[in-house]
């Protein structure tokens, strides 16, 4: 059971490239089944009996002409996490960290969560024959809570953000025995599951990259997964030419990686008063923050904040243009790129792709009747 570093930091998993490159093609990917699973040599999980599924993985890449002709992106693409189990990119993660942990023999999890996470881990914990205790901030959104519920987790609601869930979680587990912590980054497999995310990115697109992806960040293991999944395909030779440009979009109300990004700095600082409502980036202080940062800078890319008016414009003219109820947090990437296009940092040619990270029927307070 391996958490993080000794020094703190996060764990990455490295693979055998070399002879995954030697004994799998790209052919032989393209006639497996349609899930995550479809990359296990790029997994962790090494036993396909300990393998905890749902159906997860191969989520379309929508093309997007009406809205892009409206933000003068003429190849604008979306890649759409709403369509997974428990509806959204969150079962990724939890999938393969679940598998992972059924492999090395835990038989409990427990995390803090702003809401899609702890949902995700929880129903795959109950796959799994699991317990799972769950800590989310009060104002978490009521379906993650329903969700938590329904499966049969321990749930705690903290009168506080994520961090308050966090020191809540480790105050349990310093008087509990035999609980693997699963909070972001503190395990090393989560992200495993979210880089599948640019796998089928580069596959759907015929093993050809974007000029840009664009991702909401929060802790972050989304936009570092990408990055992590497109440099192993650039050493296995199954892609080639520049990474996309890597793009972290925060909520002015939540922006301590754009603060980090503008200033130049190795890392972020806790962002005070923290509130959004795109509530799963709402992250003071992300523990990867230093990757996510190395992940734009070495890709050319950026981070930018919008406001939430903005996000509930674009998650609005999302759902007339292109008949698609995205979250929140999804629709503030197309609130950056009609920031980005009006600066000229995205050019009307770029193919862009933005992660719609979750399906808008998780939020259905963000849209009035």
Not at 31 to 53: Q, T
Not at 72 to 100: H, N, Q, W, Y
Not at 220 to 241: F, Q, T
């Amino acid at each position: 059971m391996i958490g993080v570093c000794s020094c703190g930091s996060p764990l990455l998993a490295r693979y055998e490239l070399d002879e995954v490159r030697a004994g799998l093609s790209k052919g032989e990917v393209a006639g497996r089944a349609p899930d995550l699973w479809r990359y296990h040599e790029l997994l962790p999980v090494r036993d396909v009996a300990n393998v905890v599924s749902l159906g997860e993985g191969m989520t379309p890449l929508v093309g997007l002409p009406r809205y892009g002709r409206e933000l003068g992106v003429d190849r604008l693409l979306m890649k759409d996490e709403g369509l997974i189990p428990t509806g959204t990119f969150k079962a990724r993660g939890a999938a393969v960290g679940v598998s992972r942990a059924r492999e090395v023999g835990v038989q409990k999890i427990a995390m803090p969560t702003n809401g899609n996470a702890g949902s995700a881990w929880a129903t795959y914990a109950a796959r799994a024959g699991m317990e799972a205790l769950i800590a989310m901030p009060i104002a978490a959104p009521e379906i993650c809570r329903r969700e938590v519920s329904v499966v049969g987790a321990e749930l705690h609601l903290i009168d506080g953000l994520i961090g308050d869930a966090g020191a809540f979680v480790r105050e349990q587990l310093a008087t509990r025995g035999g609980y693997q912590d699963v909070s972001t980054l503190k395990e090393p497999y989560r992200i495993e599951g979210k880089k599948t995310m640019g796998l089928e990115i580069a596959e759907q697109l015929g093993w050809k990259l974007p000029d840009v992806i664009l991702y909401p960040t929060g802790g972050g293991v989304g936009i570092i997964g990408i990055w992590k999944a497109l440099n192993e395909l650039a050493e296995l030779v199954w892609v080639d030419g520049p990474l996309p440009r890597l793009v972290a979009v925060q909520s002015t109300g939540c922006a301590p990686i754009v603060k980090a990004w503008e200033k130049g700095a190795p890392e972020s600082e806790p962002w005070p008063d923290a509130q959004t409502v795109a509530f799963g980036i709402t992250v003071p202080k992300a523990l990867g923050d230093f990757l996510v940062l190395q992940a734009i800078a070495e890709t050319g890319g950026c981070a930018v904040a919008v406001d939430d008016a903005d996000i509930l414009a674009a998650q609005r003219r999302c759902a007339e243009l292109e008949g698609a109820f995205i979250c929140p947090e999804g629709a503030a990437n197309f609130a950056a790129i009609a920031q980005l296009r009006e600066f000229g940092w995205i050019k009307q040619s770029d193919q862009v792709v933005a992660l719609n990270t979750g399906t808008g029927l998780k939020y259905p307070e963000t849209v009035p009747l």
